[in-house]
């Protein structure tokens, strides 16, 4: 069961460009007009070339979220938020093949994203700084 956000600017600590130091990877979130959704847009790099992207959509409805992932375009795959009383929300789809935990949690200037099974085996993270 999804735990509900205090408020619709609650998720307002994701917003914005975020990169890694490499610069491999940047995630950009904005916030929409109505405040009912939080846009994002991932793209990684290498050898300059584009090797993955990912369109993400954040819908706030009766003060729940839901993450809704477009891996290279194709989707929509939903996953379920659950707030902390941190600046983090966590996604959970448990029928989706990997990932099916999805972790953001901001600590300081940094945005630290996970990926994992639910069983939190199998994570991959990303430490994301603030783009230039």
Known sequence: MATPLKNSGALDWLTGCWQ??????EETWIRSIQ???????SVSTKDMQRVFFEQLRIDIKNSRAT?????????PTAFEGTVTDTPA?????????????IRYERIDNRLVAEISLLDK????????????
């Open 20 to 25: 890694l130091e490499d610069r491999s990877v």
């Open 35 to 41: 405040g009912d959704q939080l846009y994002g847009y």
């Open 67 to 75: 993450l809704n992932a477009y891996p290279r375009g194709v989707g």
């Open 89 to 101: 929300i966590e996604f959970i789809n448990e029928h989706n093949d990997y990932p099916q935990r």
């Open 121 to 132: 085996s199998k994570p991959a993270n990303w430490d994301y700084r603030r783009c230039n």
